[in-house]
């Protein structure tokens, strides 16, 4: 379980009475999630984020993600429920049993990536992400990146449509989309993944330890301009990113025994 032992009420039969947790309800936009919040905070009341035991969070995964930036600063840790699409950082929306699935849920501790992107103007951009760091071609021809690893060169040139650095929890999203191993949570690394490369031809990446950082450097960026992606935090003209694992951030996120991000991963692979 995630929680600390709770306080208890004795009553008189010597019965002990669970002190109700207070609850932050977030919701996106979306109608079905707005819905949810009302039918939510009417069963079970409302409390701000900042003194809440335990902060729900209604949408998709992108919502979640959200969530999880602007929480990142508070003690209470994030479980979700799926009123999105995919939800893979959700639960199963359910009104009826909301106080039990809290008390069983499990919690993953998740580390994001810190970015900093410097721009052709010349400005210096900074950004957390936690499923992955991006780099995209932002013209019609393919892009040429320089990718550095702890201070030591170890490809002097990749011709492709981008690249990518995903984290554990990421790896499953655009990661896996551009062909990019699924990684285990709690395992010690991150997977380097190439979008549709050129040369070299059959390159598509490299496991990497936690601990690496990664520092690509855009090749004749006037001519192959290049954008750098932080969890949709966007950053157009870079010459240069690089990206490391933060240790000093750490996002709690809350699922239901079972369900937790060990399981979906490995689920994901037998689909």
């Known amino acids: 379980m995630w929680f600390d032992p709770i ?18 309800f977030l919701a996106s936009d979306a109608p079905s999630a707005q819905t949810a919040r009302a039918a939510l905070v009417s069963r079970y009341g409302d409390v701000s984020e ?8 209604l949408g998709g995964d992108g919502f979640m993600l959200q969530t999880l930036h602007r929480t990142q600063d508070l003690p209470a840790p994030v479980y979700g429920m ?24 499990e919690e993953e501790v998740i580390n994001p990536l810190a970015m900093k992107a ?8 900074e950004a957390l992400a936690i499923n992955e760091v991006s780099l995209l071609r932002a013209g019609p021809q393919a892009a040429k990146l320089k990718i550095t690893i702890d ?37 010690d690394v991150l997977a380097l ?16 330890p936690k601990t ?9 960026p006037d001519k192959r301009p290049v954008m750098a992606d932080a969890d949709s935090i966007w950053v157009e003209n870079v010459l240069w990113v690089e990206i490391h694992s933060d240790p000093d951030v750490a996002h709690r996120i809350l699922f239901d025994p079972g369900h937790g991000l060990e399981e979906r991963l490995l689920r994901e692979q037998f689909v």
Not at 91 to 98: F, G, I, V
Not at 193 to 208: C, D, S, Y
Not at 212 to 220: N, S, Y
């Open 118 to 125: 410097q721009c052709a103007h010349g400005a210096l951009h």
């Open 7 to 24: 306080d208890t009420t004795c009553l008189g039969n010597g019965a002990a009475q669970t002190m109700a947790r207070k609850i932050a």
């Open 193 to 208: 993944t190439a979008v549709a490369a050129f040369r070299p031809r059959r390159w598509r990446g490299a496991l990497l």
């Open 50 to 57: 900042a003194d809440a035991d335990v902060i729900v969070a």
């Open 82 to 105: 799926n009123r999105g699409t995919v939800g893979f950082l959700m639960n199963e929306y359910s009104e009826t049993d909301l106080l039990e699935r809290l008390e069983e849920a």
């Open 151 to 187: 201070g030591n060169l170890r490809l002097a040139e990749l011709v492709c449509d981008g690249a990518l650095v995903a984290t554990p929890a990421g790896s499953t999203a655009y990661n896996y989309s551009a062909h990019g191993p699924i990684l285990p949570i709690g395992s």
């Open 212 to 220: 690496a950082h990664v520092r690509f450097d855009v090749i004749e």
